[in-house]
């Protein structure tokens, strides 16, 4: 065989072989998934985003035909096991849960980012939040988020409040606050959030921002003073507390929500079965009813959808990288 005829040869197996694998790249997307699921949780196993994690992905896995397999990959504040699933194989077979503090704060909060989240992801879907409060120590003379506001810009310099942690989303809560009052509020960051809440009861601590499912409780056994749901409306979970901003405080919508995230590039199909497995999952009244019993609402179906998801990371890192650079927290 003469070159010329040996290179169109070649040229025509390569050919085909190109069309072969474009073929199958679709054929692959469509069977997807065809063997168990990791799903990448950042925090450590015990955390509100594992249980969050076990509780829908048990029923994921009965919807998908395939077991969705937690993975807890902790470290930097949830970057290190969604940086991993942002280097995965964009084939659907990685799959994180990010957060709140994870996705949207982990951007501005620390000095290098392992990952952009607004253009290293596929988001999949917006599932859950976890709405926060503000509660007082109960000697704390205000009894209404008015009274409260009125009382911190006069006593401001001799107050504080506590978290359990520099940047988490507690603090960044409680400094959305004291923000939109118009002053700030010394913070003592703890290690852990039950020592800062034992304080709180104690009278060591003027106010907290905790979850719902962590503060109530303490409304319960009125061992603190609620003052009001941090989420723009009324939350199901405590209807009977009312918002910030439904008591006059603008510009307040702190909730710890969940969405889950693909590598960037993944084919649509599997973004679509992935949104659609998740939402059965959502929907059934069991998987809803534990959700609620861990302080968690599952969000309307209409703020699932990818589209939505991904205008609304995009939002919420906007809003948070406000109240971050207000606050002066710099993590490395």
């Known amino acids: 065989m003469s070159f010329g005829r040996w290179c169109h040869a070649a040229f025509a197996c390569l050919t085909a072989f190109a069309a072969l694998a474009s073929q199958a790249a679709p054929a692959a997307s469509q069977d997807w998934p065809v063997r168990s699921i990791a799903l990448i949780v950042p925090f450590g196993p015990g955390s509100a985003t594992d249980v969050v994690a076990r509780i829908i992905g048990s029923r994921m896995s009965e919807v998908l035909g395939q077991q969705v397999i937690i993975e807890n990959v902790s470290g930097a504040g949830g970057m290190i096991g969604l940086a991993r699933v942002a280097k995965a194989a964009p084939d659907g077979y990685q799959v994180g849960l990010g957060a709140v503090d994870s996705i949207a704060q982990s951007q501005a909060l620390f000095a290098t980012p392992l990952y952009n989240s607004a253009s290293d992801f596929t988001p999949v879907g917006l599932a859950v939040e976890q709405p926060l409060l503000l509660i007082a120590r109960k000697e704390l003379p205000p009894n209404t988020l008015k009274e409260f506001a009125d009382y911190v810009k006069v006593n401001h310099g001799k107050m504080q409040f506590g978290s359990g942690g520099a940047g988490s989303a507690v603090h960044l809560a409680c400094s959305q606050i004291t923000q939109a009052i118009g002053t700030s509020v010394a913070h003592v960051p703890y290690r852990s959030s039950a020592a800062a809440l034992l304080d709180l009861v104690a009278g060591t601590l003027d106010f907290y921002c905790p979850l719902a499912a962590a503060g109530a409780p303490l409304i319960d056994s009125k061992s603190v003073k609620a003052l009001a749901i941090l989420t723009r409306n009324r939350s199901p979970l ?70 939505h998801f991904r205008s609304f990371v995009e939002s919420e890192i906007k809003k948070w990288t406000e109240t971050i650079k207000s606050s002066g927290v710099k993590l490395n």
Do not use: C
């Open 238 to 307: 405590m209807p009977e507390l009312p918002s910030a901003q439904e008591q006059g405080i603008e510009g307040i919508d702190a909730y710890y929500w969940m969405g889950y995230f693909l590598p960037k590039d993944t084919p649509e199909p599997i973004v679509a079965k992935l949104n659609a497995a998740i939402g059965a999952a959502l929907d059934t009244p069991a998987v809803a009813s534990r959700l609620r019993d861990v302080g968690t609402t599952v969000v309307m179906s209409e703020r699932r959808s990818p589209a």
